[in-house]
Structure formats: C-alpha cells, structure tokens
C-alpha cells in the first residue's frame, strides 16, 4: 500500500465526518427561509430591505472564504472546519437568546465569518482524504448529504414554529453542529495530506500562476455569473404564500421538494462525471436549469409545480465544476483555489439577494424569474472553455 492510499484511508473516517458536519450546517441555514415570513412581521421589513439584509449576513460568509486557507500555514484543515462552525452554532445560539434586530444582524454577520471556512476547507479534505478516481462521487456526498437538511430542515421547521417560536427554534436546530464540532476536533483525526500545513497556504504568487490554467479562469467566470441567481430560493417560500396563496405547510412542501432534488443530484452527476466527459454534463444541465427557472412564469398548479421545483433542483452542475477544479491544480494549491471558487461564488451571491429583492418589488415575481433564467444562460459562455483533465493529471496552461 503505497503512503497516498494509506493516508486516503486513514482520512475517511475525517471526510465522512466533514460532510455530516456540512449537513448539520445546512440545517441552520436551511431554517432561515421558513423564519423569514416570523421576522418580516416582528421588524416590519419589505422584501428589499430583507434581500438587504441577506446580503449583508451573505457577504460575511462568503468574502472570507479566500482567506480561510492562510490559516493553514499554522492549523490542519479539521481544526480549522471546527472552530468555524463552533463559532456559526455558536452564533446563532446567540441569535436565538439576543433582543432586537440590531443584535440578530451583529450575531448573523460573525455567525457567517465562521461558515466561511466550511466550503472551502470541507471541499479541499474531502478531495484530498478522496482517492482521484472517486472524488466526483464523494464531492457529489458533500453536496447530496448537505442537502438532505434542506429537504427535511423547512418542515421539521415549520412544525417546531407553531409550537416555540422562531428563537427557541433556531436555537435547538444549531446545537448539533456544535456537538459534532466539538468531537471533530477533538476525537477524529486525518491522514497526513489532510492534516498537514502549508506555508504555500494563500500564496498569491501561487494564486496567480494558476489563474493563468484555463479551467481555473473559466471556472471563476462561470461561477460569477451563476452566483446571481443564487438569491432566489431566499423568496421561494413567500412565492408560494404570498402570491401563489399557499399555505405555509404546502410552501414547506414544496421548498422541501426542490431541495429534495439537490439531495439526489449531486451524487447522480458526481457518480456520472467520474464515467463521462464533464464539460457536456456542465454544459447540458445549465440548459435544463435556465429552461426550468423560465417555467416558473407559467406554472402555478401545485403537483405541476412541485414536478417543477424537483426538476430545478436536481439539475445542479456545482459537483462537477468542483471535479473538475480539483483536478486542475496541484494538491498544494487546493486550499486557496477552492477559497477563491467558494469567495466568488459566495461574495456575488450576497448581493444577488438585494438585487432579486429589489427587482421583485419593483417589477414582480415573473420578471424576477426571467432574470434568473437569462442569468443561467450566460453562464454557458465561459463553460464552453472548459478543458477535460482527467487521472489527476494538469490542464495546460
């Protein structure tokens, strides 16, 4: 057995654990949605000015991601993943016990720097704890286990709502993840490619040299692009209500069934993408994805639109972008890349929210959904430069 495959098996039962902790993370921020509508009552809000606070919590979790990999310069991936989401659960713990508004934006934008490091520095174990022939399927499990907290999280939500209230809600939902941190850093450790440090953690010489490797340039462009539409499931659940006249269990249904697509998809394509060609796969379900969101305009029946929502939510090509990134670049390099990848993606998406907000209120909900749709189309253009590197091997400069 050679040291890569000794280490790869001595990390999984870190990557296994990694991957529940995303899920665990999820369940907090998969909650949010369905506590919107609670708090737009208790402080008053409009749609943008919760589109503006979204982004406000976004940006604080998303900008940050770049510089999470400088801390591997003095910690391990896993003590670094920990702290983070003790300090989110923490947070929101703190939210679910705080007074006023002012103190649940405060707590939501520390409770976000420490979500920060969970994408970036969760992606780049499960790659480097991942044997290379395998790793679109387990970044597909880091994406597919994460999103079962969606699809069960709005409903488990909705029934404690109508029982405690959105504080004592919030604050049960984010002591799992504390728990499972807390035994991560202590209790489980990784091989020695995934504890390791390194002093070329966010080397933006480094960095640079890989922005001139295609993938990673096209990568960053599509995923800027695709990062404006990432603020629409925000208004999902006041769609359904609001103008759909929904109740609030069959917009928890329906949430849960589009996020019940992003449970299955994930690992699908992951799984797919490890026995094909990535860029048709990427290219194809951008398509769907842009032709679905259209769709919204038209239909509006319940068991049409939750066929609907299933179909938007299984096609999801994040897993196999990710795929493709990690093998693209060097080992060494993962940390920041990953970072960069996330900080775009993240960043951008933080104000999508206000955008989507402010061009529902001023224009509706179709508009809104039109704008979505040509956004994912845009996406193609950059997507049409990616380049297949396959067996771990680097894509040309």
Not at 229 to 252: A, H, N, Q
Not at 265 to 279: E, I
Request: aromatic share 14%; net charge positive; with cysteine.
């Amino acid at each position: 057995m050679t040291d890569q495959e000794q280490s790869e098996r001595s990390s999984k039962p870190l990557v296994y654990s990694v991957i529940f902790l995303h899920m665990l993370n999820h369940v907090i921020s998969g909650a949010m949605p369905m506590l919107y509508p609670d708090l737009m009552n208790e402080f008053k809000l409009s749609y943008g000015q919760l589109g503006l606070v979204r982004s406000v919590a976004g940006f604080s979790a998303g900008f940050p991601q770049l510089f999470v990999g400088l801390f591997r310069r003095w910690f391990s991936g896993r003590v670094i993943v920990s702290i983070g989401n003790i300090i989110n659960s923490g947070m929101n713990i703190a939210i679910a016990a705080g007074n006023g508004f002012l103190q649940f934006l405060g707590f939501s934008v520390i409770a976000g720097v420490g979500s920060s490091v969970q994408h970036p520095i969760g992606a780049s174990i499960v790659s480097n704890g991942s044997d290379p022939s395998d790793r679109g399927k387990m970044l597909g499990l880091n994406q597919s286990i994460p999103s079962i907290a969606f699809t069960f999280t709005p409903l488990i939500t909705a029934y404690m709502l109508t029982r405690m209230g959105w504080r004592t809600t919030l604050g049960i939902l984010s002591v799992p993840a504390l728990l499972l941190s807390l035994f991560i850093l202590f209790f489980v450790k990784g091989g020695s490619d995934v504890e390791g440090k390194t002093r070329d953690a966010l080397n933006w010489g480094s960095l640079k040299e890989s922005l001139r490797n295609k993938n990673v340039l096209s990568i960053s462009l599509l995923r800027s692009v695709m990062a404006f539409r990432m603020g629409v499931r925000t208004f999902l659940p006041l769609y359904f209500i609001d103008i759909l006249g929904f109740t609030s269990e069959r917009s928890s249904l329906l949430y849960s069934i589009l996020l019940g697509g992003g449970v299955l998809g994930p690992f699908f394509w992951g799984w797919l993408s490890d026995r094909m060609d990535r860029k048709p796969l990427i290219i194809g379900i951008m398509v769907c994805s842009a032709a679905g969101y259209f769709m919204l305009n038209f239909v509006t029946s319940f068991w049409a639109l939750a066929a609907l929502l299933f179909f938007i939510g299984f096609m999801v090509q994040t897993v196999i972008v990710q795929s493709v990134l990690s093998d693209s670049v060097e080992k060494s390099q993962m940390d920041q890349i990953f970072g960069l990848y996330f900080t775009i993606g993240f960043t951008i998406a933080s104000f999508s929210s206000a955008i989507f907000g402010y061009v529902v209120e001023i224009y509706g909900f179709g508009v809104g959904f039109s704008y979505i749709a040509a956004v994912s189309a845009l996406s193609l253009v950059p997507a049409f430069f990616i380049k297949e590197p396959r067996n771990n091997e680097i894509a040309t400069i």
